[in-house]
């Protein structure tokens, strides 16, 4: 029976080349070590363009800031992981777009509900990757063939409901009575991002005992770092409907 694998298109595309095998050997330690760097990096490059626009007001790079570093952070993205000789470079070039356009949208938020909830989404993302990693090294949640469907069909339901809602604010049908099932899409998204990371401990696991070349703990790492990102970006949108909520 074929396995049903993660949908993160980098450890996916990995996870089919298991048995590439080199005398030099992924380790869990190259993957942590790339994962922290590309982490501090992103870190950095947020809190840079964070406070930039805290201070000024404005969103420092315009317009190539909220369009351009996305897409290039995109593309950086799929490089990586269709040429792992070239993953150290576009993996800390995704790093730093992508921390650069967070930043941005972390501002954006504090301007609107106050200093507290990117600290609070940080620290949320945080204890959430801890849990998750703790439940999957303790074996309370088994990546099964089942399981990842699951998380499958439950990622391709939020996608479908998160295009409906976007034509509806486009096409300015989305109402105040419709916030209820916004959060709702708000909170699975949250659920279903963190449970991924669970799937993306599972493939990292796999690929690395596996025998899968040192050259790809880049690739691996960047692929973790796709769904923190993603969670984040889901928590802060969890927390700006609470925050809103109480004015």
């Given amino acids: 029976m074929m396995r049903f ?3 993160n298109p980098v450890l996916k595309r990995m996870s089919d080349n298991t048995g590439y095998v080199n005398e030099y050997a992924a380790t869990y330690k190259g993957v942590i070590t790339k994962t922290a760097l590309l982490l501090l990096i992103m870190i950095v490059m947020g809190s840079l363009s964070m406070f930039t626009m805290v201070e000024t007001g404005q969103i420092t790079g315009g317009i190539f800031v909220l369009i351009g570093a996305p897409i290039l952070a995109f593309i950086s993205l799929m490089i990586a992981m269709r040429k792992p000789d070239l993953a150290p470079i576009f993996s800390l070039a995704y790093a730093m777009l992508q921390g650069t356009f967070l930043g941005v949208i972390s501002g954006i938020y504090t301007v609107m509900v106050g200093d507290e909830i990117v600290g609070t ?3 949320a993302t945080g204890g959430v990757f801890v849990s998750m990693l703790l439940l999957y090294r303790s074996g309370v949640v088994r990546v099964t063939n089942t399981f990842r469907k699951v998380m499958y069909t439950a990622l391709l339901g939020l996608l479908f409901s998160s295009i409906v809602m976007i034509g509806l604010m486009l096409f300015g049908a989305f109402s105040p009575n419709m916030m209820g099932l916004y959060t709702v899409i708000v909170v ?17 696991t796999n690929m690395v005992e596996a025998g899968a070349d040192r050259q790809l703990e880049w690739v691996f790492s960047l692929g973790l770092m796709v769904t923190v990102v993603w969670l984040y970006v889901e928590l802060l949108r969890l927390l700006f409907i609470i925050s809103s909520s109480r004015k």
Avoid: E, Q
Wanted: proline share 0%; net charge negative; hydrophobic share 65%.
């Fill in 5 to 7: 694998r993660s949908v």
């Fill in 121 to 123: 989404a940080l620290l």
């Fill in 188 to 204: 699975v998204s949250v659920i279903v991002a963190s449970l991924y990371l669970i799937i993306d401990f599972d493939n990292i």
